[in-house]
């Protein structure tokens, strides 16, 4: 008889902290839910403790230990951010031992027992499972402002986690409703799960509920009175701008374009100036220290153990200026081709060295350190390092969840995929916040939008949700990759879509072998071509 370990999340659940942690006083007594709402409101900074769990787990030290043993590309969210964006064609990097991102850009990660595709599954189940205690232990028609803040959290964060599950384990929204995609867990079936397993739910059961949990989140956030600490909860902002990320990849263009004004208008975050990003940066979510273009992050303290690592963490593989895998790997590139389209007066030609290894954007202690190290043509000098101190070994960045600027472009896209125009809301936002000289005046308003968002999102690990929604495949030619990994691969090939890990179908009574996707086979290298970034 199977044990069911996955769903019951017995691989990380023993290294999560969550509202178990209000299951029990010193002395051992049982809580039951009336005494743990009496506990709350005697001391609400138990009920933001319950969330705090939940964002805790997103930057946890190698949190998949018990299950994979020890691996230096497993530590939270930051993990799958590098993940997709290895995979993607924009992020060429050198293919060494220590590049713990090596299999993304070989495509040999794709298989049932890659410890990478049970990180991603581990990870964002686990995101739910806490999110879900969450839940199970409050009164969510409460309308203390407390209750409703913690519940509209926990609600935003699994529609989140489920979000970039249906679109990791299978293809685009549109044409797969019916599809198989992933299980559902919930606070309300996940005693049943944790026994007799679940199966895979239709794309379209599972993007319910995600739009079930944010249209909740929102009709909270906009009744509670309650104001965020920081920016690792989810405001009203955030809730709206996570809608606009789902609407626009259901097709619902009119909803995506609303949902994106709606964030606009609801935040407290400003796009950044040319200013502003006209020197490494992107570093600091507290608006107090310079950056007031952060709607939401993974807030990083001193103390957390993937700090404490030095080289265990998410700024550690992506940063140039700071200690870490990056200096001693090569550092991540931007594909060259993509490079190349930037403009000369656009700021953000110098978040990249060009090819004689210059940017504008550094100082010249920062230009030295990038000399000495020698890294290649167009590596990011994108992301500052901690407090700006260069190769410092303290990597405890911010990691970025979701920035102002994305609403903007997300706005522009679903307006022109709507026939509402977006040339306009396109050109105001890259002319105003980047390229003074900035005046597309071309007819793909929704393609240029694409190639903006791959400019002015690199690394932040949300380009490989537009490909997988657009199903345009991965396209490696002329963008500086090595000879061995420049693929072509179409938007259909199941090689683009990760396997339901092998340890999920053993433990899991309700799935089978014959329940999985389609596996692809390993991409074979084409003849690199020295061809232009085209909107098409």
């Not at 964060?157 to 293809?171: C, D, G, I, P, T």
């Not at 009744?223 to 920081?230: C, E, G, Q, V, W």
């Not at 790997?329 to 978040?351: C, F, H, M, P």
Request: charged share 20%; aromatic share 10%; hydrophobic share 40%.
């Amino acid at each position: 008889m199977k044990a069911i370990k996955y769903i019951a999340f017995l691989a990380v659940g023993a290294s999560l902290v969550s509202c178990e942690d209000l299951d029990t006083e010193p002395q051992g007594a049982t809580l039951t839910t009336t005494q743990k709402e009496t506990v709350y409101s005697l001391d609400p900074s138990k009920k933001e403790a319950s969330i705090n769990s939940i964002f805790t787990a997103m930057k946890t030290y190698e949190p998949n230990y018990d299950a994979i043993g020890s691996a230096h590309s497993d530590f939270g969210y930051g993990s799958i951010m590098l993940f997709t964006d290895a995979n993607s064609d924009d992020m060429p990097a050198t293919v060494t031992g220590y590049n713990w991102f090596s299999d993304e850009i070989e495509y040999t990660d794709r298989t049932v027992s890659n410890y990478r595709n049970q990180i991603i599954w581990n990870d964002l189940y686990s995101y739910i499972r806490t999110a879900n205690a969450v839940l199970a232990s409050q009164d969510q028609e409460s309308d203390d402002s407390d209750t409703q803040f913690a519940v509209a959290n926990a609600k935003g964060v699994r529609a989140f986690s489920y979000f970039l599950l249906a679109q990791l384990y299978q293809y685009n929204y549109v044409g797969h409703e019916q599809s198989p995609c992933v299980p559902i867990v919930t606070e309300e079936n996940a005693g049943e799960v944790a026994t007799e397993g679940t199966p895979r739910a239709t794309v379209q059961a599972v993007y319910d509920l995600i739009l079930s949990d944010l249209n909740s989140a929102v009709e909270l956030l906009s009744a509670t009175k309650k104001d965020r600490s920081d920016k690792r909860y989810i405001d009203l902002a955030v809730a709206y701008g996570l809608r606009a990320r789902v609407n626009l990849t259901m097709q619902k263009y009119e909803a995506a374009a609303a949902d994106a004004d709606a964030a606009i208008k609801a935040t407290d975050a400003r796009p950044a100036t040319i200013a502003e990003v006209s020197a490494p940066t992107f570093s600091d979510s507290n608006p107090d220290n310079g950056e007031y273009n952060w709607m939401w992050a993974i807030v990083v303290d001193e103390t957390d153990a993937v700090v404490e690592s030095w080289i265990v963490n998410w700024i550690s593989h992506i940063g140039s200026l700071n200690y870490g895998y990056a200096e001693y790997a090569g550092g991540k590139q931007i594909s060259k081709k993509l490079y190349n389209s930037i403009s000369e007066t656009d700021v953000r030609k110098g978040w990249w060295i060009n090819d004689t290894c210059y940017s504008a954007n550094l100082s010249r202690a920062q230009a030295q350190f990038i000399a000495a190290v020698g890294f290649a043509p167009y590596t990011s000098v994108k992301f500052a390092p901690y407090h700006n101190e260069i190769e410092t070994t303290t990597n405890a960045n911010d990691i970025p969840l979701m920035r102002v600027e994305e609403m903007y472009l997300i706005k522009a896209e679903a307006e022109a995929r709507a026939g509402k125009g977006g040339l306009e809301t396109l050109n105001n936002f890259v002319q105003t916040y980047r390229d003074p000289e900035y005046n597309y005046t071309g007819a793909n308003v929704a393609g240029e939008v694409l190639r903006q968002k791959r400019i002015e999102l690199w690394g932040e690990g949300l380009i490989w949700y537009d490909i997988m929604r657009l199903g345009i495949g991965i396209d490696r030619r002329g963008a500086g990759y090595d000879p061995a990994n420049v693929f072509v691969i179409a938007g259909n090939d199941p090689i683009l879509l990760w396997p339901i890990p092998e340890a999920e179908i053993e433990a899991n009574k309700k799935i089978s072998t014959s329940d999985q996707n389609p596996l692809g086979t390993t991409p074979q290298p084409e003849t690199d071509l020295d061809i232009p970034y085209v909107v098409d």
